[in-house]
T-cell receptor, first 108, second 116 residues
Framework: GQQVMQIPQYQHVQEGEDFTTYCNSS?????IQWYKQRPGGHPVFLIQ?????EVKKQKRLTFQFGEAKKNSSLHITATQTTDVGTYFC????????FGAGTRLTVKP | GAGVSQSPSNKVTEKGKDVELRCDPI?????LYWYRQSLGQGLEFLIY????????KSGLPSDRFSAERTGGSVSTLTIQRTQQEDSAVYLC??????????????FGPGTRLTVL
């Protein structure tokens, strides 16, 4: 069945540094979604990517979908303490599968 | 309400007891998902429903776990003979449908299950 791998599992950065999390699927995806879960909260939708090679930006966040539609990345420029949380990718191909998430901590 | 609701929010039970968790999806959402999240861990997929049917039950950890959905709305996740390793937050999510091109999942607040 479809598997979605996400790395790294943890990332600790100094405030102002950049952060990237990567997601890889064992199968070609029809789309991929990204979610953020704040500590103590539940996952909240950030964005969906559909097209091969698609790039979308939300302020300091840049999302990319690979040409083969099997991988994706989320890049945060100049992290802030408000970026703290766990970022999950979710690949869609007939059903949805979440990656294990990357937990981001930011040191002020 | 406008969002996904789950009940109870917290459940403490003794090992060996059965528990039932409830999820009320957003009205009109035909797809419903159950996940399990242990402390500090990722989302473990359990089962999803498209309407009342559950095409994929592969994520259920054992035969002690079962889920049903009636009327295409409310879903219940039942854990029989609970074990301590069942302790986790059980999250429910709903989306318009599984197979649509846009199927953002809206998560409920979760049920925190503690098995003593």
């Amino acid at each position: 069945g479809q598997q979605v791998m996400q790395i790294p599992q943890y990332q600790h950065v100094q405030e102002g540094e950049d952060f990237t999390t990567y997601c890889n699927s064992s199968t070609t995806l029809s789309n991929i979604q990204w979610y953020k879960q704040r500590p103590g909260g539940h996952p909240v939708f950030l964005i969906q990517l559909v097209k091969s090679g698609e790039v979308k930006k939300q302020k300091r966040l840049t999302f990319q979908f690979g040409e083969a539609k099997k991988n994706s990345s989320l890049h945060i420029t100049a992290t802030q303490t408000t970026d703290v949380g766990t970022y999950f990718c979710a690949g869609h191909n007939n059903d949805m599968r979440f990656g294990a998430g990357t937990r981001l901590t930011v040191k002020p | 309400g406008a969002g996904v609701s789950q009940s109870p929010s917290n459940k403490v039970t003794e090992k060996g007891k059965d528990v039932e968790l409830r999820c009320d999806p957003i009205s009109g959402h035909t797809a419903l998902y159950w996940y399990r999240q242990s402390l500090g861990q990722g989302l473990e997929f359990l089962i999803y429903f498209q309407g009342n049917s559950a095409p994929d039950k592969s994520g259920l950890p054992s035969d002690r776990f079962s889920a049903e959905r009636t009327g295409g709305s409310v879903s219940t996740l039942t854990i029989q003979r609970t074990q301590q390793e069942d302790s986790a937050v059980y999250l429910c999510a709903s989306s318009l449908q599984v197979t649509s091109s846009y199927n953002e999942q809206f998560f409920g607040p979760g049920t925190r299950l503690t098995v003593l």
